[in-house]
């Protein structure tokens, strides 16, 4: 595109976004005369959203989750949530992490779900609510015995039984299970 | 570095001095970089956030604010933004990168992990979407690439950007909206194609 044509899209765009609706075709129609291609440009930039698009929040917000997961954040060993006190990372995903912690009323050792406060979005809020009334209401061997669901100020965390058996990704890589093997996992994990 | 060194700095950059940006360039991408660490430990990464407060308060740690002048505190801002572009665009890139690599065979049976991770996708691609469109924009209208840098980028306010770029606010006022109207319509163009 050459210069001039970007400076007369420019003055007939603005121009013509200062007239009402109705108003428009016919402007257009006498500034750009008889250069077809001019007005149909003009045209599809004038039916694009003036606001509430991509561009009309900073990047840094746009992209929270992205620019989150690309600095960990962690509580650090020793801090506290609720009554628990945190001993270390078990594991996190782009959503939250889980901690090993422990329960100093009980001494017993407790995973912590954290739901990371960077998750402003009220449907994963309520997807983490969900989850954690689902899990309470289950009681089953080979499923972690909820304990707790609750919020601190605006931070949502589970706790549940800390069962130190793995991942199932490490169980992948030390066992090299077989098929059969990995399938009778799935079958136990649904009765 | 010391901010009446980093003062010094911006001043013979923006007196034509190269070097200067170069050596620039390093210390406020590390800045911005450990400041929005800070923001997101401080759980502040929400709408409450000022638009400018995070590249504001870099501006204010390096910068020697008692000798500063006004064309310095311009330049500063314009580096600032194209230092949040370039963390931004390599944290998209990186995660890409990985996703392409495909080694990572993942096994998860907690759906919410699988949604905020193409949460985090989308946002990647949608980035990188937008900077391309930006660097078409560059080459047919750079003062409106510019804008969109400052603002999108950098947070910049409709008066701050008028004071960086020396023109009325009027005038950024229909850059912006040109701008954004033709990436709509770019973005538009490249999801479909």
Redesign the interface.
């Known amino acids: 595109m050459t210069p001039q044509r970007w400076n007369q899209i420019d003055r007939i765009y603005n121009d013509a976004l200062e007239k009402s609706e109705a108003e428009r075709e016919a402007f257009l129609e006498e500034a750009c005369g008889s250069d077809d291609e001019l007005r149909r440009e003009i045209r599809a930039l004038l039916v694009q959203p003036t606001e509430g698009g991509k561009l009309d929040q900073p990047a840094w917000q746009a992209a929270g989750t992205l620019l989150t997961e690309s600095f960990p954040v962690e509580l650090k060993s020793g801090s506290k949530i609720g009554p628990y006190r945190i001993e270390g990372l078990l594991g996190a995903g782009g959503m939250g992490k889980v901690y090993r912690a422990t329960d100093p009323r009980l001494n017993r050792p407790v995973a912590i779900k954290v739901l990371s406060t960077e998750v402003a979005e009220e449907s994963a809020r309520r997807r983490f609510q969900q989850e954690a009334k689902t899990a309470s209401s289950l009681n089953h061997p080979h499923i972690l015995t909820v304990f707790e669901a609750g919020e601190i100020g605006d931070r949502q965390y589970l706790v549940t039984e800390y069962v130190d058996a793995g991942t199932l990704r490490a169980w992948m890589q030390a066992q090299k299970p077989s098929w059969r093997q990995i399938v009778n996992l799935m079958i136990l994990l649904q009765t | 570095m010391p901010a009446p060194e980093i003062t010094g700095l911006l001043r013979d950059w923006g007196n034509g001095d190269r070097e200067a940006l170069n050596r620039l360039m390093p210390i406020v991408y590390n800045e911005l970089?450990r400041t929005?660490?800070n923001y997101?430990?401080r759980?502040r990464?929400?709408?409450s956030?000022q638009?400018t407060a995070?590249v504001n308060e870099v501006y204010l740690r390096l910068v020697d604010i008692t000798s500063v002048q006004w064309q310095d505190r311009a330049h500063f801002f314009a580096i600032a933004a194209s230092m949040?572009?370039r963390i931004?665009l390599d944290?998209?890139r990186?995660?890409t990168a990985r996703k392409r690599g495909g080694g990572d065979l993942?096994?998860?049976?907690?759906?919410?992990?699988l949604?905020?991770?193409s949460?985090?996708a989308n946002?990647?691609a949608?980035?990188i979407a937008?900077d391309d469109a930006l660097e078409s924009l560059s080459k047919?209208?750079p003062r409106k690439a510019e804008v969109?840098e400052l603002?999108?980028?950098?947070?910049l306010s409709i008066e701050e950007m008028a004071a960086v770029l020396g023109i009325s606010p009027q005038s950024v006022k229909?850059d912006w909206?040109?701008a954004?109207?033709?990436?709509?319509?770019e973005?538009?163009g490249a999801a479909a194609a």
């Open positions: 970089r929005a660490r997101m430990q759980e990464v929400d709408h956030l638009a995070l949040m572009r931004l944290a998209a990186a995660r993942r096994i998860t049976l907690q759906e919410d992990l949604a905020s991770e949460q985090a946002q990647a949608s980035l937008i047919v209208g969109v603002r999108f980028f950098g947070g229909r909206k040109l954004r109207a033709w990436l709509h319509k973005l538009a």
